[in-house]
């Protein structure tokens, strides 16, 4: 061998090696999490969040803003929890309580509530309420309120100083993420192999109130500054050149600078991210206050992570994982589709504890989102409780069918007065999801001046085989559009039941009025039911 081919075997051999050296070193800098820490994975054409490598699907609520303000708060707050079937509670971590004096971090009592959720069997998802509480800055401890010139406040156009830290502050930023980190730091440690906790919010609707955009003077610096070329991909179309300032690609008007103010959100609440995730990292979202149609931004918390700045966020904040809506507005299910895309599993934060929240987390659970939360969970009314109780219960039973499908094998359903029909093609099917009242024969209460929402889920277990779940729907069933098989479709079987232990067990058989003959499918209001359904053909 000659001397430069033995050098290259010896360079050649000491590679694996060197491998092995250097991954050690890098284990060194960041131990790898547990195995099984909470991830998102992606897979038959949908995500679905893991807990100690098992797909798992939350059935949420969040705690009111001071429910987990001192221990005994919380201890009474998780009790109100008792019969709702709750599976997830997220609950706020306040910064201001978090880091009284600068530097003096306390986080036990984030431990305690974690631990004591985790006594009740429960899963937590924690709010991170640093720089943002929706669009204000309220939760900012009081060294960094009183000190506005080391922590700068935005400001109005008329240059008044609002309650809100500027994001274009790196100060700001830096003293936030240096928090959110030693938070995610403690819960590694406390945590890490537990995995009581899910996922965390970084700030809570973030947002500008009032105006468009931040007008102080570090705000109109980085309008007249250079973009930097990843901004340019983000907010101009694309081919555009380097070398503008952000005045210059955006224009001018309350549109363009909620996009610039929405491209500096996401950087800093980035940065505030990755700084958490170099720690331990856990799935991340932000949540977004939605903007009432027809208003403009500012009368609406601008820039925050809106279905109009998705692509601005998701180019500016790529340590976020999911953007997510807090739904409070009608059309639950328009914002869910909002939200719902290839890069984005749907996430539902906070929604209205009222009693239609029951039918709308079957909706979405349908719809294959991670989950839906109520808001002020522990303030739940009586009705509002047992109902999503009993929708709860049912997804408890039907998770394991619900995670196992593939990528369109579910469907959520939701329909009102205002769309009393919907349809959809699935399995081998096309379904007519209708509300239950629009058979006046069916519901004995029948009552005009109240028609609740009726909705649910259905499963395809096979082409022609369903499981469908819900309260005050009708289903019927046609061929698939352009199928060329037999014209007629009529209900085999239709068996009443509930899962135990994995396995359906049957009730009873559904074939008279129930099934009006044999002509649909009929969970009538109220009931919350869960039936199983076989097809056959006929000419
Ligand atoms: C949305 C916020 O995110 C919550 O913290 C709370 O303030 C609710 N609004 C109140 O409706």
Not at 344 to 364: D, G, I, K, S, T
Request: glycine fraction near 10%; charge should be neutral; proline fraction near 7%.
């Amino acid at each position: 061998m000659g001397s430069r081919t033995k050098l290259a075997a010896r360079v050649a051999a000491a590679i694996p090696c060197l491998a092995l050296w250097l991954a050690a070193l890098a284990a060194q800098a960041a131990p790898p999490p547990a195995a099984g820490i909470p991830r998102l994975v992606t897979a038959d054409g949908r995500t679905r969040l893991e807990v100690d490598g098992r797909p798992f699907l939350i059935r949420g609520g969040e705690l009111a803003n001071s429910s987990a303000g001192s221990l005994a708060a919380a201890k009474a707050a998780l009790g109100r929890l008792q019969g709702l079937n709750l599976n997830t509670v997220l609950v706020p971590v306040s910064w201001e309580l978090c880091e009284p004096a600068e530097g003096k971090l306390d986080f036990s009592l984030v431990g305690d509530i974690v631990r004591e959720a985790r006594r009740d069997h429960l899963h937590v998802i924690l709010l991170w309420f640093g720089s943002w509480k929706n669009g204000m800055s309220s939760y900012v401890p009081g060294w960094v309120k009183r000190d506005q010139k080391r922590f700068p406040r935005a400001e109005t156009a008329a240059h008044q100083g609002v309650e809100s830290l500027s994001a274009f502050s790196a100060t700001n930023r830096d003293t936030d993420a240096r928090a959110f980190a030693a938070l995610m730091r403690t819960l590694r440690a406390l945590d890490g192999r537990t995995h009581t906790v899910l996922m965390v919010q970084v700030e809570n609707e973030v947002g500008t109130i009032g105006e468009a955009s931040d007008h102080s003077a570090l705000a109109q610096a980085a309008w007249t500054a250079v973009a930097p070329p990843e901004a340019v991909r983000a907010l101009a179309p694309a081919g555009t050149p380097a070398g503008a300032t952000f005045q210059q690609l955006l224009g001018a008007g309350p549109a363009a600078e909620e996009r610039f103010q929405a491209w500096h959100h996401a950087r800093y609440v980035d940065t505030v991210a990755r700084a958490g995730k170099a720690e331990y990292p856990l799935p991340m979202f932000v949540n977004a206050a939605l903007n009432a149609p027809g208003l403009a931004p500012g009368k609406y918390p601008a820039a925050g992570p809106l279905p109009h700045l998705y692509e601005i966020w998701r180019a500016g904040a790529p340590a976020i994982d999911l953007l997510a809506p807090d739904i409070y507005f009608p059309g639950f299910a328009t914002w869910c589709e909002l939200y719902r895309r290839p890069d984005n599993p749907l996430f539902v934060p906070e929604a209205r504890n009222e009693e239609v929240v029951a039918v709308n987390a079957l909706y979405a659970a349908g719809q294959q989102a991670l989950g839906v939360s109520p808001f002020a969970i522990d303030a739940i009314s009586p009705a509002a409780g047992a109902a999503l109780a009993r929708a709860y219960g049912l997804l408890g039973e039907l998770a394991p069918a619900l995670l196992a499908a593939g990528s369109g094998r579910t469907a959520g359903v939701l329909v009102d007065k205002d769309a009393p029909k919907s349809e959809l093609t699935l399995g081998g099917f096309r379904l007519t999801i209708s509300h239950d009242y629009t058979f006046p024969w069916a519901s004995p209460a029948r009552n005009d001046a109240v028609w609740p929402r009726g909705g649910g889920l259905v499963i395809a277990l096979a082409d022609d085989e369903y499981l469908v779940a819900g309260n005050g729907i009708i289903v019927t069933f046609a061929p698939a559009p352009g199928d060329p098989g037999n014209p007629m479709v009529g209900l085999e079987r239709v068996d009443e039941g509930r899962f135990e232990g994995g396995r359906f067990v049957v009730s009873r058989r559904l074939n008279g009025d129930e099934t009006h003959q044999g002509r649909q499918v009929r969970l009538p209001m109220g009931a919350f039911g869960l039936q199983r359904v076989k097809l056959y053909r006929y000419r």
